[in-house]
């Protein structure tokens, strides 16, 4: 069984994936040049201190990692990290290993310290958005429905557009990023 370590050696960078996305790559790009990293709170200080490896874990037609990884990729740009991404599909033995709620949820994040041992993660989604999620799809219809699809669709496509524009869910993916991070370094 392959370690975390070797995974993240044979992955490849966050810049490549972003680069050849064929879904949500516009829409990943927006999020990516209009975020900017607080400077102000001590936690690119904290990640250029500690200088842990981030291995993302992500397929490009996930609405959360379309929101997340170019948040991440520039938190980790700003510390000087090394972020590297494994698609989940490829290979699942890793992502089984970090199971959310016993589903392959992605995005993950798994930091690593220098010697390439596991020291924390994070993913999929930050709490606030987690709660957006349930309390939307808590409108969609019964399964059953004729009309679930297309109002399943429709909601994610809603979901999607707010994850692009609206900034304060950047904000809640950084700070929960942040909290989880910092707990983790600092044990």
């Known amino acids: ?7 993240f050696e044979e992955a490849i960078s966050i810049q490549q994936y972003m680069d050849q996305m064929t879904t949500l790559k516009e829409d990943s790009f927006v999020i990516y ?24 874990i ?8 379309m929101l997340n990884n170019p948040i991440i990729r520039r938190v980790a740009e700003a510390a000087g990290l090394d972020m590297r991404t494994v698609f989940r599909d490829a290979d699942t033995d890793l992502i089984d290993r970090y199971l959310t ?30 709660d957006i999620v349930v309390n939307k799809r808590a409108t969609l219809p019964d399964k059953e429905d004729p009309n679930f699809e297309e109002a399943q669709k429709s909601l994610y496509a809603e979901i999607r557009e707010d994850n692009i524009t609206n900034k304060t869910n950047w904000t809640y993916v950084y700070e929960d990023f942040k909290k989880h991070v910092t707990a983790a370094l600092q044990k």
């Not at 975020?35 to 201190?49: A, C």
């Not at 992500?58 to 990692?65: H, I, L, M, S, Y």
């Open 101 to 130: 709620n016993g589903g392959r949820a992605i995005p993950m994040y798994i930091l690593l310290n220098e010697s390439g041992q596991v020291i924390g993660k994070w993913g999929p989604r930050a709490p606030e958005l987690q």
């Open 33 to 56: 040049d209009g975020f900017e990293v607080p400077t102000n709170d001590g936690f690119v200080t904290l990640l250029k201190d500690k200088q842990p490896k981030i291995l993302t």
């Open 58 to 65: 992500t397929e490009d037609w996930c609405g959360d990692a």
């Open 1 to 7: 069984m392959k370690t975390e370590q070797q995974y």
